[in-house]
Each structure stands twice: as C-alpha cells, then as structure tokens.
C-alpha cells in the first residue's frame, strides 16, 4: 500500500550525523535530556573544524546563551523522534528498536570506509538511513529526488518554487491508486498543500534539508544540486506508480529493499542470497539471528521484533557477509517454524507489521 509517509521539520535539520550521534550517546539506556544536550554540544565543539570544512557547512547543533536551552538540538530532537529514532518524555531520552539497530551494528567493524569527516556517515549509515527516510518521510524524499532527476544542477530558489507543483502532482496521482482511510489523509495534505499563501517560505523547511541529506547520503555531485550517478540510480530503482510518480509501498520494502542499499557497498562483491548454499545460508542467517537474540532482545524474552530483526539481518549480512537478503527471503527462510542447533525459531505475522514477532524457544 502506498501510503503517505512525510514528516515535518525545520529548516536547520540538514546533517544527518546528529541522528547517529544521539544514537551513540543513547545507547541502550538512554539519558535525561539535558545530559544529552550537553554531549552533543560537547561533540559538535570538538569537530567544529571537521564541520566548516564540508561542502555546505550549515545545520550545525550549538547554543549561543548558555542560560537558555539550544534551538538547534531541539530542533534535532523532534526530527530524530519523528524518524522513529527514539522516544522520549519531559525529562528522559531512549532509543526506539529501530535506532538500536543502528546502535548494535555499529559495534561490528564490518567492511565499511572509514570517514575522514567526523560529519560524513559511513556505508552502513548511509544505507540506515535512507531506509529510515524512506520508511518515514518517502513522498517528500522522492519528490525532491524528482525535481533534481527532470531539472538538475537549478539554484535552489527554482526548487523552492517548483515543489508545490511538484508535490500536488504526486498527491493527485496517489489519490487515484489509494483507498480510505489512506486516501482520506493524501487528501487532507492535497488541500493544505493547495492553501499554501506563500508556498516558498513553507517550502524552505522542506526542500532544503532534504537537499543536504543527499549530500550527507552522497547522492549528489559537488558543488551543485545534480544527481550523480548513485543518485540517479536510486531514483530510477523506485517502481512508478502511476505515470512519472515513483513510491514505495510495503511489497516493494520486502522484496527490494536491500537491492537498493546493497548500492553503498558496492567496492567489495555482494553474493546474492539465491547463489548461497543451503549450508551457508544456515550459517550466515543464524549468526546474525544469534547477535539479534544477544542485542535486541528485551529482558531476555524468548521474542524479537520482527520489523527489527528483519532490518538488522539485512544490514548485518551486508555489512559483514556482502550478501544481499530481502526481507521476504528472511521469512521464506525462517518458515512457520524452523529448527537451528538448539533453537526452534517460529515467525508469527500479525496484521500490523509492528506487532509481528519472531519466538526462539529451545528445540
């Protein structure tokens, strides 16, 4: 189904860092706000040099009175929450499931570059995070892609100008594949979008951030709002819904999602799952159902997420094996029920996909 997933944030969100950096700060237990605050402050003093030397410095988290709380991290912190990155209530910050994915893999060495920056994101942060925005924030995502796609190398006012128009056609294209209640909320954006009175100061948090996420995810080319050649090739691997509209939708997440993040490693050979042997796909996937079962599990329940879980093996076995597994192919693997050495793992689908879950039980 192909659903609206957009979300809304301020202009100044602009470096993709920052969410990995909660991430690290966070951990597993989490921090009181203001302890958090102060860390990421202390980080982003620290690599001030690092930040003035990237292409477009601008989004840096700071505070200029130290009596008041900073903007900018607040700023963050709502967009790191509106990614489903964390939780958080008046005093107490938290990773959700799927930022401790990110947490957990960054603790293997994996067969990643390692950044010269301390603000650009490796392999396995690049492909998180594009799953991450693409899951939460796609129809927004996909229509800056667009525009950079048909009008490369603009100055920035032409997108500004040209987003309304760009996004209304999307919205309009939706409506015709989309049923209630989804369609009840493309609507409800279609008529706030068309009400817009001064379209390009709305468009400023919109377009811009995303800009610079593309140049975080190094999907554009120097010095200019240009598609390169991995750019493009991510636009072009969306399926098109309905004339020049590209989505995803959750047949597409389970059946060609790490096609698409295999593209941040491409310097070493990715073996695709198919080419695998029974006996080497045992070994890979229950490995990494092993670390899953170790680092995810909550209060050592026999049970694991199956959005979490699924997501973690797929980064995993790129990450670490250079071998390309799709969500579906993870639940044709696992079965009903399935028995590895001394486990019987069992998927249990559930309507919604949040309430799923894997059991482990001792065979």
């Not at 998180?128 to 693409?134: A, E, G, P, T, W």
């Not at 939706?174 to 369609?183: A, E, F, H, Q, T």
Request: one cysteine or more; aromatic letters at 12%.
């Amino acid at each position: 189904m192909y659903k609206l997933r957009t979300i809304s944030i301020k202009a100044q969100v602009r470096r993709l860092k920052y969410f990995s950096i909660f991430i690290d700060f966070l951990g597993t237990d989490g921090l009181q706000k203001q302890f958090l605050e102060n860390k990421v402050l202390d980080w982003s003093n620290t690599s001030r040099e690092d930040f003035q030397k990237l292409i477009s410095p601008t989004g840096e988290i700071s505070k200029k009175n130290s009596k008041i709380k900073s903007q900018s991290f607040q700023n963050y912190l709502e967009a790191t929450r509106k990614l489903n990155l964390i939780e958080e209530n008046s005093i107490y910050i938290q990773t959700t499931r799927t930022g401790q994915v990110l947490y957990t893999l960054k603790k293997f060495p994996g067969n990643s570059d390692t950044p010269i920056n301390a603000y650009q994101l490796n392999n396995l942060e690049k492909a998180f995070f594009l799953y991450n925005i693409l899951l939460n924030d796609a129809d927004i995502f996909i229509t800056v892609l667009r525009m950079l796609y048909e009008a490369p190398g603009k100055p920035l006012n032409n997108y500004l100008k040209s987003y309304q128009k760009y996004f209304i056609s999307r919205l309009k294209q939706k409506l015709k594949v989309l049923r209630p209640p989804d369609s009840d909320k493309v609507l409800d954006a279609l008529n706030r979008v068309m009400g817009w009175r001064s379209p390009e100061k709305y468009c400023e948090d919109i377009v811009s951030p995303r800009l610079h996420w593309m140049i975080d995810l190094c999907l554009l080319s120097e010095k200019k709002y240009e598609l390169n050649p991995q750019g493009k090739a991510i636009y072009e691997h969306f399926p098109i819904i309905e004339k020049d509209i590209r989505d995803i939708g959750a047949e597409w997440i389970e059946n060609s999602l790490a096609d698409l993040l295999s593209c941040f490693f491409i310097e070493h050979e990715i073996k695709m799952w198919s080419a695998l042997g029974s006996i080497q796909k045992d070994e890979v996937i229950t490995e990494s159902l092993f670390y899953a079962i170790k680092y995810l599990s909550v209060l050592n329940i026999p049970r694991l997420s199956v959005p979490q879980t699924f997501l973690f093996t797929t980064l995993f076995l790129l990450y670490q094996k250079n071998v390309k597994i799709e969500f579906s192919d993870i639940s044709n693997w696992i079965g009903f029920e399935k028995v590895i050495n001394d486990k019987k793992i069992g998927l249990r689908m559930a309507a919604r996909p949040e309430e799923s879950y894997i059991r482990i039980l001792n065979a």
